[in-house]
């Protein structure tokens, strides 16, 4: 096969949130950047929908904010969570200091595309789809570059940085040799869809036997149902009706529709892993987002935490990038700035949010209810802490050349 030769400043593998992020920002600075994404488009596998105050926030200092806003999309100002029938509000994002103080449901790919649009108008940037990157380009140690197939060749990337965005499964950061220390106990996601009426009213996350996060995407709902991992044999053996029985009960207002749930075909399994990286690079590479810390579902922060990765990268990275000055010690200050909210976010996901989730299939999580829960009850004022732990996360990292205040 043909080997094509590519020269960038820097290659970025992975066009998800943190990978497209970074290469807008980093093409936004001048820096020549390619970004390599295996796929055609941003279509698949489900990976969250939730645009985040602080991420949205970002946006308005990118001056983007107004077109964003125009993409389809709906709000949600305070996150409700239901244990046996029973609404707690467990995060209020209303008196948040953004211009948008809630979360944004977007289907990704919207997202992603808005991104990849803007990245497209700055001169330095590429971004090459249908590319995989298969290996590292190692010289003396250090990493110079990716090597990466397409259907008809094989091209070599240079750069002075690779950034591994390649999410929880990153094969560069194996390439690279380096190691995950593994989190919370994976779990698996079932994710399908219901038809929604304009009357329903479904909480956005359900616990019980199983738990139910319920997505309004206008005329359907996206349900995630979430089962302990390794069970989804176990529960297909007691056949599509269990599965209807489950979500009936989580969700009486979606029982009159569960019958739309024909086969098991019509359900798509997800999985859920945690981890994080003891040291996020090593010479001429540096891992970001899922790829440095897989995050769950939980909270639904990994997206955001993506993001800030993306911008704390881009604001130290950038103009050394730019002068021709990178060093080693760069990398290792992106990892300090961004280490301690990742590892507090995913203590948050771990203590606060694993008891939601069940432990066995046949585990009913109203019988757990972390006891924090009855104090959110009492003690509304916690729901504003923890909105804006959610919503914002911790050390919220902004445009370093701002276009809006
Ligand atoms: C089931 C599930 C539900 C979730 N729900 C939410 C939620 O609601 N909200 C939230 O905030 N977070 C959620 N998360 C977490 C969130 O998906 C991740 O934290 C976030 O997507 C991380 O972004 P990323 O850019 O680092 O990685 P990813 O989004 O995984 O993107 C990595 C990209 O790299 C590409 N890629 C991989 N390997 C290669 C290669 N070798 N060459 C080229 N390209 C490659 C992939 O195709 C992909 O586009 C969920 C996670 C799971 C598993």
Redesign the pocket.
Known sequence: MQVRELRVQCCV???????LMLGTLLARQGVEVAV????ADFL?D?????IHPSTQELIHELGWLEEFHRLPHTKMDRVTVAVGGTPVTFADFRKLPVRSPYIAFMPQWEFLDFLATKAAGFPGFTLLRR???SDLLIDEGRVVGVR?NTETEIIEIRADLVVA????HS?LRDRAGLRAVAGSPPMD?LWFRLSRRATDHVEFFQGGKGALVAIDRGDYWQI?YTIPTNTYPELRALGIGELRHRISALAPALADRVDELGTWDDVHQ?T?RVDRLDTWHRPGLLCI???AHA???AG???????IQDAVATANILGPKLLGHSLSDDDLAGVQARRELPVKLTQLFQLAILRDLYPKSLGDDTTAHVPPIFRVFRALPILRRATGRFIGLGIRPEHIADKVEP
């Open positions: 593998v992975g066009g998800g949130p943190a990978g390599l994404e295996k796929h698949r489900f990976r969250g929908d939730t590319t995989e990157a990466a965005a390649d999410g929880r094969r996601v995630a997800l859920v987002g899922d790829a995050m769950s579902p639904g922060v990994g997206i955001n935490l993506a």
